[in-house]
């Protein structure tokens, strides 16, 4: 019997995947579910799996890979897609192709499947990585295949083969959690013009039921990468949890918004983001403090270009591994630590420090100083305004004005 790896999360579309794969290709599957930090959601997937007529399943732990080779370098990045998305659900879906491509070399597997849909970004994530790493590895998309058209035709479907699913025709939203987000799509949410309700919020406490006092964090950041929190050493995983926690409990990392799916469409999504939505707000403000001007606004270019290959899965290419190269570069000076202010969803900075800062308190000041002769400028804007000056002459003479 051949074999087909699936990527499985326990939720309805991988639910209902594992007897569909049986029953229209012939498959033996393997499940397989990656731990990026699902934490409850990845209860009792042994036996729900195995339940649901999979021959086997791996639960592989890749949290600090996760972490240290996907997030971390975003964040060094500063990539954000269209301003608001910290690309949670983006980059992972790469990670997940990789393991996935692991696991079916490892079994002898003829194919691997997923349970994105045809009109998502996810189903273009996790082929472009499969693409990158197994171009021989034949890709089995159910949602492109079969009867299903919606979520409600997915329950009845799980339901007449006695599965249980976590979701209900009275709350049917998609969701994807890992370590630096949780994502919410569908239902109500579909219409942009309906305000999200509380019990949407599953990781974070709504801003108006925050603490009345604002809480103080510090971070600290060696080449760019956070290392410490309040103080403390702690590891990559550690840390993004610990954060995670207080953040969401002082209401910080929200974002309600309608984007541009790579596959031509607009969707509306709520994503919970605590812990990233501190880190890259602190991470921001020690690299105004750390690099100069030039780089800075280059790096603001880059970043732009960084987020839409994450989001578009184009991670495993040639340009993000030489934008790899140069926000590494950039990024050796970004150390030192930042306080941030967090209070009932607001998350801005309290202070900055670092030994590397390139702000000179004498040259800034508005006191009497002794370094900067003030006389200079007249000069320099003399020379910087030459090309407006010599239009305006020209348009008078012309008799344009």
């Known amino acids: 019997m051949p074999k087909v790896v699936l990527a499985y999360s326990g939720g309805l579309d991988t639910s209902i995947i594992i007897p569909w794969l049986k029953e229209n290709y012939g498959y033996e599957v393997i499940a397989l579910a990656v731990d990026l930090g699902q934490k409850e959601e990845l209860e009792s997937l042994n036996e729900k799996a195995i339940n649901t007529g999979a021959s086997k399943i791996y639960i592989e732990d890749a949290r600090q890979e996760f972490v240290e080779e996907y997030i971390f370098p975003t964040l060094k990045a500063g990539a954000v897609y269209e301003g608001k998305y910290l690309l949670g659900t983006s980059m992972a879906r790469p990670l997940i192709a990789k393991k996935m491509v692991e696991i079916a070399k490892k079994e002898g597997a003829e194919a691997v499947a997923h349970g994105a849909t045809g009109k998502g970004n996810d189903q273009v994530r996790f082929e472009l990585g499969i693409k990158a790493l197994a171009p021989e590895m034949k890709i089995v998309a159910p949602w492109r295949e079969w009867d299903i058209r919606s979520r409600e035709d997915a329950i009845d479907y799980a339901n007449a083969r006695g599965i249980p699913v976590p979701v209900t025709k009275s709350r049917p939203y998609s969701m994807d ?22 019990d949407v919020l599953l990781l974070t406490t709504p801003p108006t039921k925050a603490p009345d006092k604002p809480t103080y964090v510090e971070i600290e950041f060696t080449q760019g990468i956070p290392v410490k929190l309040d103080g403390a050493a702690l590891d990559s995983v550690a840390l993004i949890e610990k954060l995670n926690e207080i953040a969401g409990q002082n209401g910080v990392g929200i974002v309600d918004m309608v984007e541009n799916r790579l596959v031509g469409m607009k969707s509306r999504g709520v994503y919970e983001t605590p812990a990233g939505t501190v880190l890259f707000n602190a991470h921001h403000e020690m690299e105004l403090l750390t690099l100069d001007r030039a780089t800075l606004h280059f790096k603001e270019i880059v970043a732009a270009r960084y987020a839409e290959l994450v989001y578009d899965g184009v991670w495993f290419s040639p340009l993000r591994e030489a934008l790899d190269a140069f926000v590494d570069s950039t990024q050796k000076t970004v150390t030192g630590t930042v306080r941030m202010r967090l209070y009932k969803g607001n998350c801005t900075p309290a202070g900055t420090k670092s030994p590397y800062s390139l702000y000179n308190q004498e040259l800034s000041t508005f ?21 407006l000056k010599v239009r305006a002459l020209m348009e008078k003479n012309s008799g344009l004005r």
């Open 177 to 198: 959690r890992n370590i630096w987000h949780l994502s919410h799509e569908g239902a109500d949410l579909e219409d942009p013009w309906n305000e999200p309700l509380d």
């Open 367 to 387: 006191s009497r100083d002794e370094i900067y002769n003030q006389q200079d400028a007249e000069g320099f804007i003399n020379l910087f305004g030459l090309p």
